[in-house]
């Protein structure tokens, strides 16, 4: 029977209705079973007989035992008594939970108060590799100059921990619509960088979803769904599946990736201040499904992206403002000299517009008004401020385009289309208006905004688009937008002039009143949002207690010592994670921390050279000892700190740390969990010793670490410089596009940096032979950097082929010796790890031969 569409209005919101959280259904790479605090098995999913041998009839009632093994059961109920929070999802791998079968990958949350899902699918590898290549991709991700080039980075990174073909930056702006910001492909995709999508590509719900469930993995859009059993519960529910991993997709959805010609979506939310800034958007063209450690690794990598990306937009606010209000103030100085300037358009309108960027300045202020710059004229101005008074009293008002407020500055657009206006005060109302010229622009969507309404195969509702094609559309009437930063510097413009209007006193009273309520509740927010930062690394850093190895282990030790281990992984990489100089560990510690104070810690010792994996566990204990020294021990007060070390007879490191100065000391009550990094990190990870002193006129502590850890003594060297294999003279890859085939990611991705540093128009990276072959296809190249070792295959085919068409190319592997010495006589051979300087010396041998 057709559905009656009277009175039923077929529009956008159709999608935003749909209840994708509940839809009864899971994805077939895993099976679910939901249980109550009592343990009985409420739900499973049909496929549940594939993966344990056991019906659904005969499982549902029963308790989890007719199921899964104790030990299983056993780990499962400790996980989930760790769960914390409605939107916590906890995680094991490699757990034998059915007799007879393969290990399964785990994941367990709470869906309501009182149902326990849990998800398993069968484990495919050790979790350590996704944890090692999360540690160096976020350490890559730091060293990002600058934000846009940090954004970039961040795809680049995405692809190399997902192995997806596209992985895209999808920023929202205000209104809901998308940007792809950056990009990273598969050599042979179509880019869709710079592109802009509608803000119904992605309905509400699912909005919500992404703040809630940070990950989502599609692996194929052919598979089937599986139903959960039973769909509805004795009480007539369904289960609510808005954390579940292995929840089946809205058919709407799995159209719309059809229609791109995509078979497998992953997406990582990007949250910044609580609010969902965009999207890692993920594509493959063929199915594709990570494993539960890789997800998980770059769903922790999606959350370190956030966390840094909130850090720097910070910064670049903070530095912003801070030049704003230097600014404010000196304008502020001179208005209470001299009220008259507030009303003089020209002065504001140059004081003003290196604050706010603006064209063009209006003062209305006692009826009278002053204009300066590109803006309406006077009886325009005076009908605009009409407007404005219908608005809220005492607040900032901005807008990009003044026509969807005032239909007639349609006529006056090009000059004026967008402005903010600064009331200064509530009776008369009185404002200062900057306005901005049309900035006319052409989007670029990636396909038709406007979807067309029509009756799809699945039924009477909106269809998704099938075409993607770019679809141009040019944006008139409107100018660049106020930022939120400039709206708050506009509020401090307000509150200041308000201030040094005399004839305004007791309005001028009220509106201080305001803003401290607003400074109030601006701090508030801030704290709010510092704390919930800081319960997510608290949060990770809980999961130390558990002695898990596994991906967890390294979450949490890189969340709680991110700061701490980011400096010192950018000493150790300096030399391709080799041994670092202990004097250079303790200066950038030191520096980190003390400004005025970095005198007051002496050191001697000689030039000791660590191991990395010392390096990093000394990193955190200086930086506990550092912290702890600031905030309550001698660099408190005007104390000093004394470190010496040496290295004794049978070559193990010996450390003594003195305070001395400072405010009396007496031993904790209690063993946080910095004094527990002091006192155990190093006997723990290094097998050496350590032993704290708490003595009334200082913290003493002495260490030692033993000679395995130690690479030696070097000579006394000023600086922490890295000395490079071979000196490098200008660009010998200049205008070269290069080959380069690598099977490891992490090292291509070096090998990248290095050849780009040396001049490299463009490098094309191969992983097998396969790929390279095409390459060589479909690429005029000028030289090639040959890994031999591809795994299963070497490169002997692709440097035959490169021979035969007479392109240069060099070795760069660890398996020289696997090399036919007499065929490749001529090419040469750079050993990894290898950096500017080897590559440099072979591309000059070549150079030289050719």
Same mark, same amino acid.
């Given at each position: 029977?057709? *559905? ?103 994941? %367990? ?23 090692? %290549? ?71 719900? *699912? ?123 000196? %304008? ?115 396909? #038709? ?77 801030? #704290? ?28 949490? #030790? ?33 520096? *980190? ?126 600086? #922490? ?130």
């Amino acid at each position: 029977m057709a *559905a009656d569409l009277t009175g039923f209005k077929v529009d956008l919101t159709n999608c935003d209705r749909e209840p994708i959280h509940i839809l009864g259904n899971i994805q077939p790479f895993g099976f679910l079973v939901a249980v109550g605090t009592d343990w009985l098995i409420a739900r499973v999913s049909a496929n549940v007989e594939q993966f344990t041998g056991k019906t659904a009839d005969e499982l549902l009632g029963q308790p989890l035992t007719a199921l899964f093994t104790e030990g299983g059961i056993h780990n499962i109920r400790n996980r989930v008594a760790m769960l914390r929070g409605p939107d916590a999802v906890e995680r094991l791998y490699g757990q034998k939970l059915v007799d007879g079968r393969e290990p399964f990958d785990v994941a %367990m949350h709470f869906a309501g108060d009182s149902t326990i899902v849990i998800e398993a699918e069968p484990w495919s590898e050790d979790v350590g590799e996704a944890a090692g %290549m999360v540690r160096t991709l976020v350490t890559r991700l730091s060293q990002a100059d600058g934000l846009t080039a940090f954004i970039r980075e961040s795809a680049r990174l995405v692809r190399a921990i997902t192995g997806f073909d596209r992985v895209m930056v999808y920023r929202f702006d205000d209104e809901g619509s998308g940007e792809v910001v950056a990009e990273s492909l598969t050599p042979g995709i179509e880019s869709f960088l710079g592109q802009h999508y509608p803000a119904s590509d992605i309905p509400q719900q *699912a909005r919500k979803l992404y703040l809630r469930n940070v990950f989502r993995i599609i692996a194929d859009v052919d598979s089937v769904p599986v139903p959960i059993v039973p769909q509805v519960d004795i009480n007539g529910q369904v289960l609510d599946q808005s954390l579940s991993l292995l929840r089946a997709v809205s058919p709407i959805h799995i159209e719309y990736l059809k229609n791109m010609g995509v078979s497998a979506s992953l997406s990582i939310s990007i949250i910044v201040g609580g609010k969902l800034w965009g999207l890692f958007a993920c594509h493959h063209y063929r199915a594709r499904l990570p494993n539960l450690a890789m997800r998980t690794a770059a769903e922790l990598f999606g959350q370190m992206f956030s966390l840094m990306l909130e850090s720097r937009e910070r910064a670049e606010t903070a530095e912003y403002e801070a030049r704003a209000r230097t600014a404010t103030d000196r %304008m502020m100085a001179a208005v209470a000299q001299d009220d008259y300037l507030l009303k003089n358009a020209e002065w504001l309108g140059e004081v003003v517009f290196d604050t706010i960027p603006s064209d063009g300045v209006a003062v209305f202020v006692d009826g009278a008004m002053s204009l300066h710059g590109l803006t309406p004229n006077a009886e325009q101005f005076r009908k605009l401020v009409s407007v404005l008074n219908t608005g809220s009293q005492g607040e900032v008002f901005a807008t990009d385009s003044i026509q969807t407020i005032l239909a007639d500055a349609a006529a006056y657009a090009e000059i004026a289309a967008g402005m903010i206006a600064i009331p200064l005060s509530r009776r008369p109302r009185d404002y200062v208006v900057l306005f901005r010229s049309e900035q006319m622009r052409s989007v670029r969507w990636g396909g #038709n905004p406007e979807k067309a309404v029509e009756v799809g195969p699945l039924g009477d509702r909106l269809t998704p688009r099938k075409s993607f094609e770019i679809w141009s559309q040019l944006v008139k009437g409107r100018s660049l937008p106020f930022t939120q930063s400039e709206r708050r510097v506009a509020e401090a413009l307000r509150i200041g002039m308000l201030e040094v209007l005399i004839r305004l006193a007791d309005s001028a009273g009220e509106e201080r009143q305001r803003a401290n309520e607003r400074q109030e509740l601006l701090i508030a927010e801030l #704290n709010h949002r510092v704390r919930n930062i800081l319960a997510l690394i608290r949060g990770l850093v809980s999961q130390t207690r558990d002695g898990t190895v596994g991906i967890e282990d390294f979450v949490a #030790n890189l969340d709680s010592r991110v700061q701490a281990l980011a400096r010192a992984h950018e000493q150790v990489t300096r030399d391709r994670w080799g041994p670092a100089k202990l004097r250079d560990l303790i200066e950038t510690e030191a520096n *980190a921390f003390l400004t005025e104070k970095r005198t007051k810690l002496k050191t001697d010792g000689p030039n000791v050279l660590v191991h990395p994996a010392a390096f990093t566990a000394l990193a955190l204990v200086f930086h506990e000892l550092i912290t702890n020294a600031v905030k309550y021990g001698a660099l408190s007060d005007s104390g000093e700190v004394s470190v010496c070390w040496r290295v004794d007879e049978d070559g193990s490191l010996l450390i003594d740390w003195a305070e001395s100065g400072g405010p009396p000391v007496t031993p904790p009550s209690r063993r946080g969990f910095g004094t527990t990094v002091i006192e155990q990190t190093i006997p723990h990870d290094l097998g050496g010793d350590a032993e704290l002193r708490y003595q009334l006129g200082g913290l003493s502590a002495h260490f030692c670490v033993p000679s395995r850890h130690v690479a030696g003594v070097g000579p006394d060297e000023a600086g #922490n410089a890295v000395r490079e294999a071979g000196a490098v003279d200008g660009k010998p890859l200049a205008g070269r596009v290069v080959m380069l085939v690598e099977d490891s990611l992490i090292i291509a991705l070096d090998g990248e940096d290095v050849l780009r540093s040396l001049g490299a128009e463009d490098v094309k990276l191969a992983s097998n032979v396969r790929s390279a072959l095409q390459l060589l296809d479909e690429a005029k190249l000028d030289l090639a950097v040959l890994d031999y070792n591809l795994g299963a295959e070497n490169s002997e085919s692709i440097a035959e082929a490169l021979k035969n068409r007479g392109i240069p190319f060099l070795f760069a592997t660890g398996y020289g010796s696997g090399l036919d010495a007499a065929r490749y006589a001529k090419v040469p051979i750079v050993t990894k790890p290898y950096g500017r300087g080897e590559i440099a010396t072979a591309v000059r041998e070549l150079d030289g031969a050719g």
